[in-house]
């Protein structure tokens, strides 16, 4: 099996961010269609990936990022989006607890105006520390918040479950943070 990271690092890119890229767009709930994408990406990047491909590209991805419609005709990314769509989120209520890793160098900002969605639609929040702490690392030197969900939830703040089960809310005031238990 050739390894497909890279392609599916660049439909990461064009099904949250820029589907304009390949000069296609997405519907209102993030679809694209599975043609249209799989040829944009092959014109724009000269390779020549098929159905088969994305397929298992879709099957095989680390963290599910990617879902098709039931007859496969459409595909959109679970979360994640800045372009401004509707995935059809579910809400959910969340876990007394959840965490939210960032870099270092975000922690004061964050400590005075919580934690905000900045390019995204959502601020995402994991259900453990071990992945916040990996998701904290791609901003240099991690720093891990707890975020008291439960109380947050109680107190009338919507959560959402992604469909490859990433905590989702629009923000998180400072007071709802915290930095140990
Ligand atoms: C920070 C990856 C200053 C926030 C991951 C984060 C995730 C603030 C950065 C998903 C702030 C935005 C999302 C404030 C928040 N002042 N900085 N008030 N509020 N920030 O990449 O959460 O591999 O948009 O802490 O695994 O790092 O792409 O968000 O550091 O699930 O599928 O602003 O992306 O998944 O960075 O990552 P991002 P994120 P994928």
């Given at each position: 099996m050739a390894d497909y990271k890279k392609t599916s690092v660049f439909i990461s890119l064009i099904l949250r961010h820029k589907p304009e890229t390949i000069g296609i767009s997405l519907d209102e709930h993030g679809w694209a269609k599975t043609d249209e994408l799989i040829e944009g990406i092959n014109k724009t990047k000269g390779c020549?990936?098929?159905?088969?491909?994305?397929?298992?590209?879709?099957?095989?991805?680390?963290?599910?990022?990617?879902?098709?419609?039931?007859?496969?005709?459409?595909?959109?990314?679970?979360?994640?989006?800045?372009?401004?769509?509707?995935?059809?989120?579910?809400?959910?209520?969340?876990?007394?607890?959840?965490?939210h890793g960032t870099g270092e160098r975000f922690v004061p900002a964050i400590r005075k105006e919580g934690l905000k969605p900045q390019s995204r639609l959502y601020v995402h929040l994991s259900k453990d520390k071990e992945t916040a702490e990996k998701v904290g690392a791609r901003h240099g030197k991690p720093h891990v918040f707890f975020v008291h969900s439960g109380k947050m939830y109680r107190a009338g703040y919507k959560f959402y479950l992604s469909e490859n089960g990433v905590w989702l809310t629009k923000s998180v005031p400072p007071e709802f943070l915290g930095e140990r238990l």
């Amino acid at each position: 099996m050739a390894d497909y990271k890279k392609t599916s690092v660049f439909i990461s890119l064009i099904l949250r961010h820029k589907p304009e890229t390949i000069g296609i767009s997405l519907d209102e709930h993030g679809w694209a269609k599975t043609d249209e994408l799989i040829e944009g990406i092959n014109k724009t990047k000269g390779c020549s990936i098929d159905f088969d491909v994305l397929s298992e590209i879709v099957r095989t991805d680390g963290k599910q990022r990617y879902s098709f419609n039931e007859d496969k005709t459409k595909i959109r990314a679970n979360q994640g989006h800045s372009v401004k769509v509707d995935v059809e989120l579910k809400e959910a209520e969340p876990p007394e607890q959840l965490f939210h890793g960032t870099g270092e160098r975000f922690v004061p900002a964050i400590r005075k105006e919580g934690l905000k969605p900045q390019s995204r639609l959502y601020v995402h929040l994991s259900k453990d520390k071990e992945t916040a702490e990996k998701v904290g690392a791609r901003h240099g030197k991690p720093h891990v918040f707890f975020v008291h969900s439960g109380k947050m939830y109680r107190a009338g703040y919507k959560f959402y479950l992604s469909e490859n089960g990433v905590w989702l809310t629009k923000s998180v005031p400072p007071e709802f943070l915290g930095e140990r238990l």
